[in-house]
């Protein structure tokens, strides 16, 4: 069924869409964990062989997780030469922050170096930088230090965005947007890293799903308008319209905290379904307010949600959806009835990678340009984290 149009609202004459001109991503190169032996793994390492309902209950976890493997920065020596970082009782806060403090902005120079050098100019012509992490607990932060590691510029203009968590690189990616389209000439690269060594322990109830979910890595992009210059490459994703919501009510459902021992989370077991029940509603604001790029000689419009009931039609974009969780993207599936395969990308870094938080999102977009098949005209981003926020972008996939 294809995507009509009923006027979409908003056409603005000359106006021209941020697109993503690089793409880069990282993983610690030391630990990688078969899911299947995690438990096992982690009991042993943390000294916690004595809750063995508890390991059974995360072997079930793990095993519904949808995920094959997770890169972690955290080796067995390290946890071995610092109890602190599994056993509660133990300040570990400086611990924490003094390890993250260079190798979170290193993984983010390996993803960031990556996504320059596909764009295809200079470093120095960076103008901004946008951060994003959960591991941030100091300053100056590790903007800076990536700024400094890279070369940038004294003046580039740097934004942080600390604890979104999941969300992070879908905000990253509309700042980075609404950056580029106001500021004539502006190349942003965004960078999003995480590690979850700053909220690791040992295994305990109230923590046991996100030891099964979340993972080490880092991606980046590097964002400008037209006109475009000498040596950057064709864009890879346009950014039409970009909508955050917060979903009313819901501040209780995923929280993190700074404490003594690390940051603490929670994920608490509704959020695959309140995801699911609020997010058609923010893809037809997202399309609602996607704007036609009347300067691209003749391309079509975005598709109208106000042509169509929304069902079905969802199946004429390609995806780039945050697999904050299986059952997240279950759901997300059942109430859009997408086609199996439209989240594959999605699934395909759940299985490999595990959920990376912020920097999940980067690497969807980059197995989603890797695909074999092309890509429908349109798209749609999502990404999911505390508030409950939902992150929407609407996407154009140039011809
Ligand atoms: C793999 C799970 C855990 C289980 O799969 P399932 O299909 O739901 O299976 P079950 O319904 O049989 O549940 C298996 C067990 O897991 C338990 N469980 C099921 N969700 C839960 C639950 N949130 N609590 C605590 N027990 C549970 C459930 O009670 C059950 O326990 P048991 O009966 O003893 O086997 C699945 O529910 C899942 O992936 N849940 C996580 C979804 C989720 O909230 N993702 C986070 C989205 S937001 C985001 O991406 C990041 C936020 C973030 C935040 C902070 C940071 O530092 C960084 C990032």
């Known amino acids: ?13 000359g106006r021209r869409h941020a697109a993503m001109l690089g793409i880069g991503t990282a993983n ?39 995920i094959e493997r997770r890169h972690f920065h955290l080796t067995e020596e390290t946890l071995a030469a610092h109890p602190e970082l599994f056993d509660r009782e133990l300040p ?33 012509d960076i103008t901004h930088l946008v951060f994003s992490t959960y591991s941030a607990c100091q300053a100056p932060t590790a903007d800076l230090r990536l700024a400094t590691l890279l070369g940038l510029r004294p003046t580039v203009s740097r934004t942080m965005l600390s604890l979104h968590g999941c969300y992070g690189g879908g905000r990253a990616l509309s700042l980075a947007k609404e950056l580029a389209e106001n500021n004539r000439g502006a190349r942003v690269l965004v960078a999003c890293s995480e590690m979850t060594l700053v909220c690791f322990g040992a295994p305990d109830g109230g923590n046991i799903v996100g030891h099964a979910l979340f993972g080490d ?14 040596g950057e490459r064709r864009p890879i994703f346009e950014m039409v319209s970009a909508t955050q919501t917060t979903i009313p009510r819901t501040e209780h459902a995923l929280g ?17 379904t309140l995801v699911g029940q609020n997010v058609e509603q923010c893809l037809l604001d997202a399309f609602r307010s996607a704007i036609v790029d009347d300067d691209d000689g003749g391309a079509a419009p975005p598709p109208s949600p106000c042509s169509g009931n929304g069902n079905g039609r969802w199946n004429d974009l390609f995806w780039a959806v945050h697999p904050g969780g299986r059952p997240i993207l279950d759901n997300i599936n059942k109430v859009l009835m997408l086609e199996p395969e439209k989240l594959a990308a999605s699934r395909h870094v759940l299985r490999e990678y ?46």
């Not at 069924?1 to 908003?10: E, L, N, Y």
């Not at 630990?31 to 995360?58: I, M, W």
């Not at 993190?256 to 695959?272: E, K, N, T, W, Y």
């Not at 920097?359 to 977009?365: K, P, R």
């Open 1 to 13: 069924m294809a995507m009509g149009s009923c006027g979409t609202s908003g056409g603005m004459a």
């Open 28 to 66: 610690p190169t030391g630990v990688l964990v078969p899911q299947d032996v995690f438990a096992e793994n982690l009991f042993r390492v943390t000294n916690s062989d004595h809750l063995p309902e508890l390991k059974e209950k995360l072997r079930r976890i793990c095993e519904k997780s949808g």
């Open 92 to 124: 570990s806060l400086d611990t924490r922050v003094d390890m993250t403090a260079d190798a979170v902005p290193k993984l983010a120079q390996c993803a960031a170096a990556k996504a320059i050098a596909e764009w295809g100019r200079p470093t120095a």
């Open 217 to 230: 890595g880092a991606g980046a992009v590097v964002i400008g308008a037209g006109p475009f210059l000498d």
């Open 256 to 272: 993190m905290r700074v404490s003594g021992g690390g940051v603490d989370f929670h994920l608490a077991i509704q959020v695959p």
């Open 354 to 399: 595990g959920n990376m938080s912020g920097a999940t999102i980067v690497f969807v977009l980059d197995e989603l340009r890797r695909g074999r098949s092309p890509l429908p005209e349109w798209g749609a981003l999502l990404a999911f984290g505390p508030g409950i926020t939902i992150e929407a972008m609407v996407l154009r996939c140039p011809r």
